[in-house]
């Protein structure tokens, strides 16, 4: 099994930065990508940011030029360094995890909030 656990979120003014993390551990056979989901109060999650094994980078269009994420592969952890924050960045943020075998691991019960005041 797999266990994500994402840090680094909190509450931060429109245009500022915060830097999340997201730590992976257990069995892992293998990390094809590494991705980002956020939540929103009310919102259906949504996808932010993807990183592969070969570290191609994919974004949403919401956050393209603003977020940026990376990946320690010895650490088996993700980063997601988000600047010019503006209010509607604010939700819980999750990671996900691809395999090699195939198999995707979240942590929708946990993530980390990121609150941006305006």
């Known amino acids: 099994q797999v266990q994500l656990v994402e840090s680094g979120g909190g509450l931060v003014q429109a245009g500022g930065s915060l830097r999340l993390s997201c730590a992976a551990s257990?069995?892992?056979?293998?990390?094809?990508?590494m991705d980002w989901y956020r939540q929103a109060p009310g919102k259906q999650r949504e996808f932010v940011a993807a990183i592969a094994s070969g570290g191609s980078t994919n974004y949403a269009d919401s956050v393209k030029g603003r977020f940026t994420i990376s990946r320690d592969n010895a650490k088996n952890t993700v980063y997601l360094q988000m600047n010019s924050l503006k209010p509607e960045d604010t939700a819980v943020y999750y990671c996900?995890?691809?395999?090699?075998?195939?198999?995707?691991?979240?942590?929708w019960g946990q993530g980390t909030q990121v609150t941006v005041a305006s």
């Open positions: 996900t995890l691809q395999d090699g075998l195939g198999n995707t691991f979240h942590s």
């Open positions: 257990g069995t892992i056979f293998g990390i094809n990508a």
